[in-house]
């Protein structure tokens, strides 16, 4: 008797429940046209916006932003394919776009609906992870190098051997995150990042497993912290973070290691699925004006996709060598590509047998 | 009768969010992405061993840490005056009413190189006087990211769990047994070692349970105290939900033998507390 009750109440619980989130999707698709324009709910990156300009979006268009972020491509994605959680725009960087276009995750863009991707250097279209330009629009870009202090390293460090000097013992940061961790003990080795060669990467975890008493922490956006307040001499991170760490600790210095290092960019794609399509390409648009890029730019310091914010910057950044390499630096670059599926296999259980070794 | 059917709303959540995601978790573990049936997630399971081991291992030591700390402490305090107890009670209680993260984001500032002790330390003279007699040089001390600020995270986070049901178990103590040891002309220790120590095991129990088992499973503690380089379950577990793996399958599988290994732990244990109450893990 009690058990029905309970089961029965289970089901109706459920009922409603299902019932009730079916009627507010409805309730924002029917009418986009009312005074409420909905919704865009957006994932991003830690760190990685003026959200003021969230503000203006909202009061430029009326519709509300709900905003989340994640700390890495792979967190991004774990929760895109949890199909529970529900976004419109998605800021993942270069390989992890074409990860989604081949695994049919991305919606193709109205550019209609986004005409300041007229703006975008033509240099960054038609990119080899979106050849045709169909589902991305930069967002920013930059280059990876190494952060270090120099009141605790004496010397001017030019490569990655630097992460790997036991001189530095308990005082190296490392990426908490195996394509990033993996890809700068590939180049240390002089290897490609996107070499699928089992033992190359082989031997990459080894160097790894070598490097591991010598790390103080893996560490994701926590780089921050630690070496604004040096409590690390060295870590590897992207430039346009460090402007933002150099900011609050004058001491910190950037090197671009000559073994090369990553370029990447990370644009704005819209799920497959979602909710709030038109929303999303108007926060797409909205992003690539002039006005949000200057504020976004000036915030973060990444090098910003857009001619006019670029134009706009003052020159001592925009001259930059770092923020907007010339050719010479950039044929020291490489950016990731996706990985076939087995290595992709191979980096999850080299990166367990890491993370598993001892100190 | 009716009144049974109060717990309705209870069973109804516990139908939906613990027994269904239960049976989730146990239908993942053996299926493959394709979505068949296989034993594989299983048959990798030694390579986690290390995890396991780091995991329990940390937790023991935690767990036992607990019980010397918080044994000691709920025995005094169940002798004291009720407004001692009240004052301790809340003070005991208070450190939860803050999210465990931004607790353990403040031992980070505390334990770091340059943190709050080691400024401290440096402040009062102690590493200058340790090096002017050892002829050391010494500057800090470390003790962020390592294994024992992974169980210090652990102690101070679940600390109250140990101290709570030990203190209830011993406060209800009947005074009249006692009374009897004492006239019957046990000492201090003897009645403490025959009278207050078996009836109090009770309280110990379900302590252990409270602390063991979030700290067997808990995550971030090692990322955020330990720098990230001692994997433990709870990452290992996340890592296959969250992290470069993607792999829920296997999460599952891992999750399902770290729940086998505490219940069979825990039904080993009640085995010494059969026949009493409040620890009815299984």
Not at chain 2, 134 to 157: K, P, S
Request: charged residues 15%; glycine residues 6%; hydrophobic residues 45%.
């Amino acid at each position: 008797m009690k058990k029905s009750l309970a089961l029965l109440s289970a089901a109706a619980l459920t009922l409603g429940a299902l019932s009730g989130c079916g009627g507010t999707q409805s309730g924002t698709a029917d009418d986009p046209g009312a005074a409420d324009k909905g919704v865009v709910n957006v994932y991003n990156w830690g760190v990685y916006i003026d959200e003021s300009v969230l503000e203006d979006f909202t009061a430029e268009t009326g519709i509300k932003v709900v905003y989340d972020t994640f700390e890495s491509n792979e967190a991004m994605y774990g929760v895109l394919k949890n199909e529970g959680a529900s976004y419109d725009v998605v800021i993942p960087s270069d390989y992890m776009i074409s990860r989604m276009i081949e695994e049919d995750m991305l919606e193709p863009l109205n550019f209609d609906n986004i005409p300041n991707f007229e703006d975008v250097d033509p240099a960054l279209k038609n990119p080899d992870y979106d050849p045709e330009n169909l589902y991305s629009v930069p967002y920013m870009w930059g280059l990876l190098g190494v952060i270090y202090n120099t009141t605790m390293v004496d010397e001017t460090p030019t490569s990655w051997d630097i992460m790997f000097d036991e001189d530095y013992a308990g005082q190296i940061l490392m990426f908490n995150n195996s394509r990033d961790a993996i890809g700068i003990a590939l180049k240390e080795l002089g290897y490609s990042y996107n070499t699928t060669d089992e033992n190359q990467i082989k031997e990459a975890i080894d160097l790894l497993i070598e490097q591991k008493p010598l790390v103080q922490s893996y560490v994701m956006d926590d780089i921050f912290e630690k070496m604004q307040s040096g409590s690390a001499a060295i870590g590897a991170y992207y430039y346009g973070d460090f402007l933002t760490m150099q900011e609050v600790n004058p001491d910190l210095a950037f090197c671009l290691p000559e073994e090369g290092t990553n370029l990447y960019v990370d644009a704005m794609c819209i799920p497959k699925n979602a909710e709030n399509k038109e929303n999303a390409e108007a926060f797409i648009n909205y992003m690539c004006s002039t006005q949000a890029g200057l504020k976004n730019c000036e915030e973060i310091w990444y090098s910003t996709p857009l001619l006019s914010v670029r134009e706009e910057l003052d020159p001592e950044v925009s001259g930059d060598p770092y923020a907007y390499p010339d050719e010479s630096i950039l044929a020291q670059c490489e950016s990731f590509k996706n990985l076939p599926a087995d290595t992709l296999a191979l980096y999850d259980s080299e990166w367990t047998r890491l993370m598993l070794a001892s100190n | 009768m009716k009144n049974k059917w109060l717990a309705a709303p209870y069973v109804v959540w516990m139908a939906l969010f613990v027994v269904a995601p239960l049976i989730l978790v146990v239908i993942f573990a053996f299926t493959d992405k394709a979505g068949g049936i296989t034993l594989d997630n299983f048959s990798n399971m030694a390579t986690y061993i290390p995890a396991f081991q780091h995991s329990f291992v940390l937790a023991i030591a935690a767990t036992v840490i607990c019980i010397l700390i918080g044994y000691p402490l709920a025995y005094f305090l169940s002798r004291e005056s009720l407004m001692v107890r009240k004052v301790a009670m809340m003070l005991i209680m208070l450190p939860m009413w803050m999210n465990f993260l931004l607790r353990t984001y403040a031992w980070m500032s505390i334990l770091d190189d340059n943190g709050l002790i080691n400024q401290f330390l440096a402040n009062i003279g102690f590493f200058n006087l340790i090096n002017s007699i050892f002829g050391t040089n010494l500057q800090y001390i470390h003790m962020i990211n390592t294994q024992g600020a992974i169980v210090l995270g652990m102690v101070y986070n679940f600390l109250p769990f140990m101290v709570l049901p030990i203190f209830s178990v011993i406060d209800k103590i009947d005074h009249r047994v006692i009374e009897a040891a004492q006239d019957l002309g046990a000492n201090g220790t003897m009645v403490f070692r025959k009278v207050i120590f078996p009836l109090s095991l009770p309280g110990v129990l379900s302590g252990v349970t409270m602390v063991f088992i979030p700290s067997v499973s808990t995550f971030a503690l090692s990322r955020l105290l330990g720098g990230g380089k001692t994997l433990l379950l709870g990452d290992l577990i996340e890592m296959q939900f969250l992290g470069n793996a993607y792999n829920p399958h296997l999460g599952s599988a891992i999750a399902l033998v770290m729940m086998v290994i505490v219940l069979v732990m825990m039904a080993i244990m009640n085995r010494f507390g059969e026949g009493e109450e409040g620890v009815a893990v299984l």
